[in-house]
């Protein structure tokens, strides 16, 4: 019977970084959180070559396994999410947005996402604010049915709404076939009803994430499943729904079992979104939830990231004083 590390060999972690040195600061720290959990599958950093020499400067290289250099061209969300394909050093890759924290043993994770040769997080149905306007202007979306001449005029019979925060890819070819298609259709926006993220308030770069979902329809490849009450591969911060420690040592989610109820998360007015849980709770079954840890927190909305961020900058603290120790012993040792 093979042992573990027998049974996980070619199965790795991937984060990218470029930009500003904090994000290279977000991969250590996300990669601090895994290794809590998993010290036997191997890490990549695939970053711009300034973020290596950036780890070197500080004596961090060392917490991933291979450094893998980012083309110039490659650098931005579109960039490397489009190409991923180009980076497999792994039989198995996992790739994973560097503002998250592990949270629990991904093993089962593992187990559940081979059976795919490629897959991406998310809800198998998509809305009209997926890639639209997140303001009262999707209501024009609606009454003109924008979303479903997207869908006719690419000839797609459903539209999935797509995580780009956890990628797998074990197979090439069609890892390769879904990036190209997504490239292509990226080109297209004007065809669609989709817009630019660019217009958002907050974002400097395009978003990959409607694309990738028009090219996994089009290849009729199945999504994993983004929220699956105990097996959730990842679950969104949000302060009120997030029991944690400051290191995130331990960390428990509320999660509402109804979806309409559990996507009230995402309403900034704490008032309206307790009022509307309160109201539809009148419903037998809307109201109920569970606590749960999944694998992954993810701190993607813009408004919530601040304790990711301080946790961050702790860690590389942590980190780079015990490296500049180590480097300079005291006389006594």
């Keep these: 019977m093979n042992n573990k590390s027998e049974e996980i060999s070619g199965e790795g972690y991937i984060y990218t970084s470029y930009g500003k040195p904090e994000y290279v600061k977000h991969a250590v720290a996300s990669t601090v959180t895994l290794r809590r959990y998993d010290s036997k599958r191997p890490v990549a950093l695939i970053c711009t070559r300034e973020h290596i020499d950036y780890l070197v400067k500080h004596n961090q290289e060392k917490l991933f396994d291979k450094l893998v250099p980012l083309r110039e061209e490659h650098a931005s969300i579109t960039g490397f999410k489009h190409n991923v394909h180009l980076y497999m050093p792994f039989e198995k890759n996992l790739y994973l947005d560097s503002d998250i924290v592990w949270c629990k043993d991904p093993d089962p994770l593992w187990t559940s996402l081979s059976v795919h040769p490629f897959t991406i997080t998310g809800i198998q149905t998509s809305d009209n604010f997926f890639g639209g306007p997140k303001h009262i202007g999707v209501l024009k979306d609606i009454l003109l049915k924008r979303r479903q001449r997207t869908l006719n005029r690419f000839d797609l019979t459903y539209l999935s709404r797509v995580q780009t925060g956890m990628i797998y890819a074990k197979e090439e070819l069609v890892t390769r076939e879904v990036c190209e298609l997504a490239a292509s ?68 989610c509320t999660y509402y079992s109804d979806q309409l109820v559990y996507n009230f998360r995402g309403l900034k007015i704490d008032w309206l979104r307790k009022l509307l849980i309160k109201t539809f709770s009148l419903i037998p079954g809307k109201g109920d939830y569970l606590i749960t840890t999944p694998y992954c927190l993810h701190f993607g909305w813009l408004h919530q990231k601040q304790p990711f961020l301080e946790f961050s900058d702790r860690t590389w603290e942590r980190l780079t004083r015990e490296s500049s120790s180590d480097e300079f012993p005291s006389s006594d040792e």
């Design 185 to 252: 259709f990226l080109q297209r926006i004007d065809e669609t009803h989709f817009q630019s993220r660019l217009k958002e308030k907050g974002r400097s770069e395009e978003s990959c994430e409607w694309s990738m979902a028009m090219a996994m329809s089009k290849l009729n490849l199945p999504i994993y499943p983004w929220l699956q009450g105990h097996t959730s591969p990842q679950l969104d911060f949000i302060e009120s729904y997030t029991d944690y420690d400051s290191d995130f040592h331990n960390v428990k």
